[in-house]
C-alpha cells in the first residue's frame, strides 16, 4: 500500500514563507517523477511543480521564481520551499507522482493559508 504524507503547512502571513514535505512509502518514489498539488476552496485541484528521478523541475507560471521543489531519495522525501507567498497560494497542498498514477491515493494534504 503507497501511503503519501504531507506536512508543513500553516497561516502565514503575505511576503512569507512555508516549506513543505512529503513522505513516501513504498517503491513509487525511486521509480516516477513526483509534483505538489493544490486546491483552492471551489477550485478544481492544479498541479504546481513536479521533479523528475534525475532532478529537473518544472513550475506552473503563477509561483515560478517562489517556490523551489526538491527531493531526498534516500529520504524517499519530496520538499516544496514556498517564498514571497501571496493569499492566492492559500489552499490545501498535497503531493502525488506525475502523471497521476492508478493505485496512488491522495494523502490528506496540508492546509497553507496565507493572511494577515
Known amino acids: 500500500q503507497v501511503q503519501l504524507v504531507e506536512s508543513g503547512g500553516g497561516l502565514v502571513q503575505p511576503g512569507g514563507s512555508l516549506r513543505l514535505s512529503c513522505a513516501a512509502s513504498?517503491?513509487?518514489?525511486?521509480?516516477?517523477?513526483m509534483g505538489w498539488y493544490r486546491q483552492a476552496p471551489g477550485k478544481q485541484r492544479e498541479l504546481v511543480a513536479s521533479i523528475t528521478r534525475g532532478g529537473t523541475t518544472t513550475y506552473t507560471d503563477s509561483v515560478k521564481g517562489r517556490f523551489t521543489i526538491s527531493r531526498d531519495n534516500a529520504k524517499n522525501t519530496v520538499y516544496l520551499q514556498m517564498n514571497s507567498l501571496k493569499p492566492e497560494d492559500t489552499a490545501v497542498y498535497y503531493c502525488?507522482?506525475?502523471?497521476?498514477?492508478?493505485?496512488?491515493?491522495w494523502g490528506q494534504g496540508t492546509q497553507v493559508t496565507v493572511s494577515s
Open positions: 513504498g517503491t513509487i518514489f525511486s521509480i516516477f517523477a
Open positions: 502525488n507522482t506525475v502523471p497521476l498514477r492508478v493505485g496512488v491515493k
